[in-house]
């Protein structure tokens, strides 16, 4: 069977596994933030103009835009970190390990798996997912897997999940502590956290997570923590359209 994303109709679940649900997706939310091209032009001009008004930054619409293409094409990169935001982010527990790799500019809070019982939430590649990697390290790719890969893979990936939750459940209605039993649970199961950045630290992150034309530098990401960072890059290119031009203009290498 292939796997189907949880809320399609062809996911409904029998009575026997009624509790444990699949996805294909992660989600994104921009839950607050204090972001826009402004703050950069604010932080920037304090060096040679001292303070100045919001209406003053924003009176020479091409003269901002110019400089801030010019912090970019230079690499002038503090100005970019007066801003914040501060994502709401669903996707499975291997995600984060890879997120976690980026430390400066970025502060987390996860679920935690001491103090709740986890939900029975796992990762099953879509459709879509390219299994195959050919090539040596440092020169692969991924390609398409035939349908009866999908297959295997759907079958197998579920049955293990049950088996693992089974095995939790078992363990916590026993009066196991719960940060005991978490440890046979997968790195597939679903989690859910706080991530907070400013442009600079996630331009940094889209650098390396995230596949683009426009690119100088080649990039690598695994594809679930690329569809994690193609969501934040849509919110952020909302907030500061012009740092987010000139980013892309200036080929997608932090400043």
């Avoid at 607050?32 to 304090?46: E, P």
């Avoid at 919001?54 to 293409?69: F, H």
């Avoid at 683009?212 to 530098?217: I, R």
Wanted: proline share 5%.
């Amino acid at each position: 069977m292939s796997p189907t994303p949880a809320d399609s109709p062809e996911s409904a679940e029998s009575a026997e596994d009624a509790a444990v649900r699949f996805r294909s997706d992660v989600t994104v939310e921009l839950v607050k933030h204090s972001a826009a091209d402004s703050d950069v032009l604010w932080a920037a001009r304090v060096s040679t103009a001292g303070e100045q008004s919001l209406e003053e930054l924003q009176k020479d619409p091409e003269r901002s835009k110019g400089l801030i293409n010019f912090l970019m094409r230079d690499r002038h990169g503090s100005p970019f970190e007066h801003n914040s935001m501060t994502f709401f982010i669903s996707a499975p527990i291997f995600v984060f390990r890879e997120f976690m790799r980026h430390r400066v500019g970025w502060s987390y809070n996860e679920e935690s798996g001491r103090y709740r019982q986890l939900e029975p939430v796992f990762y099953v590649p879509g459709e879509s997912r390219k299994l195959v990697q050919q090539g040596r390290p440092g020169k692969y790719e991924f390609v398409e897997g035939t349908r009866a890969q999908h297959e295997l893979t759907g079958r197998v990936m579920q049955d293990s999940y049950r088996q693992a939750y089974d095995a939790y459940q078992e363990m916590l209605a026993a009066g196991v502590a719960r940060e005991v039993a978490r440890a046979v649970l997968p790195v597939g199961l679903y989690s859910s956290m706080y991530a907070t950045c400013n442009a600079r630290s996630l331009m940094h992150f889209l650098g390396l997570r995230t596949q683009h034309e426009q690119a100088k530098v080649p990039s690598f990401p695994q594809r679930e923590i690329e569809m994690v960072g193609e969501q934040m890059e849509a919110h952020w290119a909302n907030l500061m359209p012009l740092t987010y031009g000139a980013f892309n203009a200036n080929g997608r290498i932090a400043p």
